[in-house]
């Protein structure tokens, strides 16, 4: 299982609209609004890494409102 985090930078005013449209796309299991330089954080949970760049890719990128995004990947250290 691979966990990845997702900093969004998204279009003032569209911070909601956004929320909605992401919060139950598939591998999503969190999301939280923020104040500071990120406007969303999204927690992808998937079955590797290229599931999760490509949920990035094809799904959180192209919502209406969202203008970049930066993605950290999740390790285990156990």
């Given amino acids: 299982m691979a966990v990845g985090y ?3 930078n998204v279009a003032p005013g569209m911070e909601i609209a956004a929320y909605n449209s992401i919060k139950n796309m598939e591998n999503v299991d969190d999301i939280t609004v923020l104040f500071g330089d990120y406007d969303l954080i999204v927690k992808l949970v ?3 890494l290229a599931s999760i760049a490509r ?3 094809e799904t959180i990128r192209p919502v209406q409102g969202v203008l970049n995004t930066k993605t950290l990947a999740g390790a285990d250290v156990v």
């Fill in 46 to 48: 998937a079955d590797d």
């Fill in 6 to 8: 997702v900093l969004v």
């Fill in 55 to 57: 949920t990035v890719v």
